[in-house]
């Protein structure tokens, strides 16, 4: 890698041909995961939030309220007036919006995705040469574009996190360059990209108060992030819905807590009470988090392990997510990884800009002995190290491929070995192609029930749920069923045989389809490669009903499989 030569360059020049190159893959790569039909619900959630806000109905979304606790604990219909803002407080999204108003598609979500954490790599180059020299800074920014925590979270579904790099890098370089109203401004965005942007904020403001640079403005931000975040999530998102609460802090957290609702302050409570359950919550799984930091340190060469101001601010979101339970908060391929990218990158600029003053003053002659732990780590003119760090750089990449984050790279890659599953190329775009006729007989403006990956292509419109659903509160307060409903099962088939998800999904749906036909309710008036369309009053076609018949005989197997 030339910036891991001993040459100088055209450090810029470089860096911007290695960002040009990042934004490409990504985008290529997301692109075909959203058109090949492996975007997933959340893609849905996004794109109908922007598209109604684009309608002028802010924040509202069908789709985030089949997920409420109404639905899932009381039992209730979703609705499409239901405020995201109980969930998730994302008012930063708005700032997109009028993008989206001029592009709207779930693909401009898509780009957006890819551009804003693109530009955050060219941040952290500004921000890295205000302490390191050309070369050293490239490298910092060549690990950013090659972290498994940044490219795994890249090639998923669009997301909220997106913004914490950019915001965060250019909340960090206004802190250097003292430009205060505008570190107030991002301070202001970085809270506003969702309710736990705090955490990540908090963390900057700690650095600000250890490392006594600017402990007034550390101290400020530290009272701002966490006030902001208790009174956010204790008084103004149960204005919404009870979800913050009855759901979200008890399916995270619920560990901390007596009983089946809990605030934040409740949460804090319950640790501060029980340290030895918060200690054991911390270390286990011992070797799953270990292999969780060796992840977001191995594209730096695992020089965030010993660079105290990575600690300082990645720490307070790494602990979050170390104290939270769920399989999801220890994967490096999905959004949570992201917030914790910040805070070791600068930490590392921060630290290299330390190693560079010691080797100066030793040309110099100024010092001698080098203290422990000083003494055993690397110089930034250290060719062994040079030649680790590339090793490093390279690995991660290998990792993050192999990993297939989020099926991006199942068109190359099995998903499993025994039993093997692996849906080539050629056969992913032979089923877009048999299926898209069948997406086009839905009228853009008509009701719609849709299975996971089908949702993300129809969710621009104000009713639309997840399959087996059906049911919704429309504007008139009035409930009604959905007028069409398509079911594309091809995906879950093809993955049933290794993954338990995928076999339940298909448990579910098939009956519900069984249910739907047999009534009269809903015909079939179109099936197409394991695809099955169904419209709410209309005729079964013959030919349409013969062929889901057929397929319905194959899934008899996998139904009976427990």
Request: glycine residues 6%; charged residues 15%.
């Amino acid at each position: 890698m030339i910036f891991l030569s001993g040459k100088q360059n055209s450090s810029l020049h470089e860096v911007m041909k290695v960002a040009a190159g990042f934004f490409v893959l990504c985008l290529l790569l997301t692109l075909h995961r959203y058109y090949s039909f492996y975007a997933t619900y959340d893609q849905g959630i996004f794109n109908q939030l922007f598209w109604n806000g684009s309608h002028g109905r802010l924040f509202e979304s069908s789709l985030s309220s089949a997920l409420s606790t109404n639905v899932v604990h009381q039992n209730q219909v979703p609705e499409v007036f239901y405020y995201r803002l109980g969930q998730h407080f994302t008012p930063a999204l708005m700032l997109w919006l009028p993008i989206y108003s001029l592009f709207p598609s779930p693909v401009t979500l898509t780009v957006l995705q890819v551009t804003l954490i693109t530009a955050a790599g060219l941040v952290l180059y500004a921000l890295a040469r205000h302490y390191l020299e050309r070369r050293l800074s490239a490298a910092i920014v060549v690990s950013y574009y090659c972290a498994n925590a940044v490219i795994g979270p890249t090639l998923g579904n669009f997301h909220d996190v997106c913004q914490i790099p950019l915001y965060v890098f250019s909340l960090l370089l206004a802190m250097e360059k003292r430009w205060w109203p505008l570190f107030g401004i991002l301070a202001t965005l970085i809270l506003a990209v969702r309710e736990d942007g705090g955490v990540v904020l908090f963390g900057v403001g700690v650095y600000l108060i250890l490392s006594r640079r600017y402990p007034l403005t550390g101290l400020a931000v530290c009272v701002l992030s966490f006030g902001y975040m208790i009174l956010l999530t204790n008084a103004i998102m149960p204005l919404f819905s009870a979800d913050i609460s009855q759901r979200f802090m008890i399916e995270r957290f619920g560990q901390y807590a007596d009983g089946e609702e809990a605030s934040t302050l409740d949460i804090i409570w319950g640790m501060v009470s029980n340290p030895w359950r918060l200690m054991e919550q911390l270390f286990t799984p011992f070797f799953g988090k270990i292999k969780y930091l060796l992840g977001q340190w191995l594209p730096l060469a695992l020089v965030p392990a010993f660079a105290p101001a990575s600690w300082t601010i990645a720490g307070f979101p790494l602990l979050k997510l170390f104290l939270a339970k769920g399989e999801s908060v220890l994967a490096i391929n999905i959004r949570y990884a992201m917030t914790v990218v910040p805070g070791l990158f600068y930490g590392t600029i921060l630290w290299w800009a330390s190693r560079q003053q010691e080797e100066d003053k030793i040309r110099r002659g100024e010092q001698t002995i080098l203290r422990f732990p000083s003494a055993v780590l690397p110089f930034p003119s250290s060719a062994k190290f040079r030649r680790f760090w590339a090793f490093c750089i390279s690995l991660s990449l290998f990792f993050t491929f192999t990993s297939n984050p989020n099926r991006t790279f199942s068109f190359i890659l099995p998903d499993a070995i025994a039993p093997w599953v692996q849906v080539p190329l050629l056969r992913q775009w032979q089923h877009v192609f048999q299926v898209r006729p069948l997406l086009a007989q839905i009228p853009a403006d008509a009701s719609v029930s849709a299975t996971n990956t089908i949702v993300p292509i129809l969710s621009s419109r104000r009713e639309i749920l997840r399959f087996p659903m059906l049911e919704l509160r429309n504007d008139a307060r009035e409930i009604v069923k959905m007028e069409y409903a398509i079911a594309d099962m091809w995906q879950l088939q093809q993955y049933q045989a290794a993954f338990r998800a995928e076999r339940g999904q298909l448990q579910a749906i098939v009956p519900q389809i069984d249910r739907m036909s047999k009534s009269g309710e809903y015909g079939i008036i179109g099936f197409e490669d394991g695809a099955i369309l169904m419209q709410k009053g209309a005729a079964s076609n013959s030919a349409s009903a013969a062929a889901w018949a057929s397929f319905r005989r194959q899934l008899e197997p996998i139904l009976n499989k427990k």
